[in-house]
């Protein structure tokens, strides 16, 4: 098998930065850290589900998250008024596969959002699949593991 020369460190400083991005309402830098083929998907009651054939909480292509992108920015994200803010903690990365170009990342998150003066407890697992693009990451899957996948969650409007 061909190592990527990617090592733990410079992943979980991509994950960092990515977080931060969402974070900092950063959503121009956030979408450009995806390729141009990429799925950004949150499973909705089963974590192993065919996302093509059954429901899902969010299942975005590139498209989908440019819409996303511009309905945060331009306020026509009615769901965001007042904008929430958010912090998003990342632990236990791990290299879960290491296929050369590409990298299957696996790791635990804990958002905690603002709205309206209410705090509000995110957490799952985080699944990226991180190609190599020059000297760059690029997030072509990113897969949002919600424990609460099949319990109301109410307004999702902003990034997990």
Partial sequence: MIKTKIDLQQIEA????????????????????????????IPCNENDIDPETHVSIIYDDRKRLEERVWRLQTGLAYGQQPQSKTRHLITNVEIIKDLGEK????????????????????????????????????????????INNNEPLGNLSFIL
């Fill in 14 to 41: 991509f994950l960092y930065k990515e977080a931060r991005y969402i974070n900092d309402y950063r959503f121009e830098d956030w979408l450009a850290l995806f390729t141009h083929d990429c799925r950004y998907w």
């Fill in 103 to 146: 990298v299957i990342v696996s790791s635990n998150f804990l958002l905690v959002e603002l709205r309206r003066g209410e705090q509000t407890l995110f957490t799952g697992r985080n699944e990226h699949h991180l190609h190599v693009e020059g000297n760059d990451l690029k997030i072509n899957f990113k897969k949002a593991e919600l």
